[in-house]
């Protein structure tokens, strides 16, 4: 697509970068059919092609109002339209860019600009959830339908963490509300990695990885939160202790693999990001079929792929064939490539989108009637789990099992 950037812009990294991905851009709409947002509202306005339309315009210096940033703000930043597209736009860059221009140039009103901040100061730290959160469980009883469904009713225990003892050690991300919501995760993480020989440890203080600010348009500080985190794995890489970085929440894995990028200009950080990235796995990259004991019998499974999994580290098929490995029979899933809804903190601000998807996915999930749903990312996980009775669990739960 032919472009012509504004002065403000022009000649700034990211002006640079936007103006390479909208050149790839031919506008063939490709990308439409497989947005879960324009199937849910059926305007173009909120498909990638119509955003990527409103962000070269804005790009270009033209009038920027609160439509144009109500359509950025539908985008879920699923990046199914990558996985689509034939000419390899970088739609999530993209919109990183146009999201921030947008933000300068508009002025959200008292109450959004509140509730915004709020998330974007309390879901990142990790105790003051911790808290929030038990006393939302112990008042949930008395708590309105719509927030009662927010709040889970229980968390499930941890269980025992083997002390390390293998040489083969990796770090993990405890992460910021995954902790508090579902510590069983990280420790049946840390079990099953036990079982065939690598120690999983995680870092004093290593909490968020910064996606959620970073996503909610609190871009600077963010990438703050990489830098906090970057500070408490790096004493661990530097002596060269860990010999990767284990990703338990795909949304968390997909921010963290892009640190590089994302502080490349950053020039006391910009190594040390690079060095990072490049040691992040997601769990099921580290856990080979051959490395699980073959199982049988063991139930039926519906996975759900989360987007940050499949379109925005592309990494499909791998959980499955864990699963199917371990004794797994997995149902069939319709429509697998469309988000779920959840999206970080999408749930919470578009709740109706939201809303939606999770219906139509929860309708595919248990078409085929599983004896449970598996995911890989906390946030899906809590989302699905509070519209259905159907138990919801991270795979590595299921191969945690004996
Ligand atoms: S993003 Fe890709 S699929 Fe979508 S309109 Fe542009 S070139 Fe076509
Ligand atoms: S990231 Fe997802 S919701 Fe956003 S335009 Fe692409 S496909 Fe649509």
Not at 240 to 249: K, L, Q, S
Not at 341 to 356: D, H, K, N, R, V
């Amino acid at each position: 697509m032919q472009t012509e950037l504004a002065d403000f812009i022009r000649d700034t990294p990211e002006g640079r970068e936007a103006e390479a991905i909208l050149r790839k851009c031919v506008h063939c709409g490709f990308c439409t059919a497989t947005c879960p947002t324009y199937q849910v509202l059926g305007d173009d306005l909120d498909s990638p092609r119509g955003r990527i339309y409103l962000m070269k315009r804005a790009l270009e210096g033209a009038a920027v109002t609160d439509r144009t940033r109500l359509h950025l703000d539908r985008c879920l930043t699923c990046r199914a339209c990558e996985t689509t597209c034939p000419s390899g736009v970088q739609y999530g860059r993209l919109v990183d860019i146009g999201r921030a221009v947008v933000e300068s140039k508009t002025h959200r009103g008292a109450l959004e600009r509140t509730r915004r901040a709020m998330l974007a100061w309390g879901l990142p730290r990790t105790g003051l959830f911790g808290a929030v959160l038990g006393i939302g469980q112990w008042l949930r009883p008395l708590l309105p339908s719509a927030l009662k469904t927010k709040v889970p009713a229980q968390t499930r225990g941890a269980g025992s963490w083997p002390a390390p003892r293998h040489a083969r050690k990796v770090l993990a991300l405890a992460g910021c509300v995954q902790p508090a919501l579902a510590p069983s995760i990280n420790a049946a993480a840390a079990r099953v990695l036990d079982r065939i020989g690598i120690s999983l440890v995680e870092a004093p203080g290593a909490g968020c990885c910064g996606g959620i600010r970073f996503h909610l348009n609190y871009q600077e500080e963010g990438r703050d939160d990489m830098r906090a985190l970057i500070d408490r794995w790096w004493p661990a890489v530097e002596r060269g202790e860990v010999e990767a970085i284990a990703m338990t929440a795909s949304g968390c894995g997909v921010t963290v693999k892009d640190y590089g990028h994302l502080l490349a200009q950053d020039a006391e950080y910009q190594a040390k990001a690079e060095r990072i990235s490049a040691l992040t796995r997601d769990l099921c990259e580290l856990i080979t079929p051959e490395m699980v004991a073959a199982g049988s019998k063991r139930g039926t499974v519906a996975f759900q792929s989360p987007c940050t999994l499949q379109h925005g580290q592309q990494l499909r098929g791998k959980v499955e064939a864990l699963l199917v490995r371990a004794g797994y029979e997995l149902t069939a899933v319709n429509d697998a490539h469309l988000c779920c809804g959840s999206a970080g903190t999408y749930s919470l601000l578009q709740p109706a989108i939201s809303g939606e998807l999770r219906s139509r996915k929860l309708a595919a999930l248990e078409a085929g009637a599983p004896d449970v749903i598996a995911t890989a990312n906390i946030g899906c996980l809590t989302h699905l789990q509070s519209a259905t009775r159907t138990p919801v669990r991270h795979w590595i739960e299921l191969l945690d099992v004996k």
